[in-house]
Nanobody, 124 residues
Framework: QVQLVESGGGLVQAGGSLRLSCAAS????????MGWFRQAPGKEREFVAG????????NYGDAVKDRFTISRDNAKNTVYLQMNRLEPEETAVYYC?????????????????WGQGTQVTVSS
C-alpha cells in the first residue's frame, strides 16, 4: 500500500532552520505531484509548498515564499522541505501529500495520499 513517511521535525528557535523529508513507497513516485501542508492547533490545514512530478515547477504559500524551498529526488522517492528563518507562529504538524497529476494543487481535497505528519515547534 502507499505510504508517505515524514521526518525531520523537532524543536527549533525562532530564526532557525529545519529540513523535512517525506519518503514515499507503494507508488510510482515520478507520476505524482507532491505537496507540503501544515496544521496548527485549532486551525485548518494550509498549503505550504508544492512541486511537480519532475521538480521543474514549484508553488509556495504566501507566508513562506523566499524562506522555504521544496525539492524532490525521484531516484530516492523523497520530497524535501527546507525551512529557513522559522517563526513561532509556524509551529504546527507538517504533512506531505501526493496526487497523481502534474498540477500543483493548493487544496487538501485534491490530494490522494497523506503522511502521518511531523511536529515542528518554533520557540520564541
Amino acid at each position: 500500500q502507499v505510504q508517505l513517511v515524514e521526518s525531520g521535525g523537532g524543536l527549533v528557535q525562532a530564526g532557525g532552520s529545519l529540513r523535512l523529508s517525506c519518503a514515499a513507497s507503494g507508488l510510482t513516485f515520478s507520476l505524482y505531484a507532491m505537496g507540503w501542508f501544515r496544521q496548527a492547533p485549532g486551525k485548518e490545514r494550509e498549503f505550504v509548498a508544492g512541486i511537480s512530478r519532475s521538480g521543474g515547477a514549484t508553488n509556495y504559500g504566501d507566508a513562506v515564499k523566499d524562506r522555504f524551498t521544496i525539492s524532490r529526488d525521484n531516484a530516492k522517492n523523497t520530497v524535501y522541505l527546507q525551512m529557513n528563518r522559522l517563526e513561532p507562529e509556524e509551529t504546527a504538524v507538517y504533512y506531505c501529500a501526493a496526487v497523481r497529476s502534474n498540477v500543483i494543487f493548493i487544496t487538501t481535497r485534491r490530494y490522494e495520499y497523506w503522511g502521518q505528519g511531523t511536529q515542528v515547534t518554533v520557540s520564541s
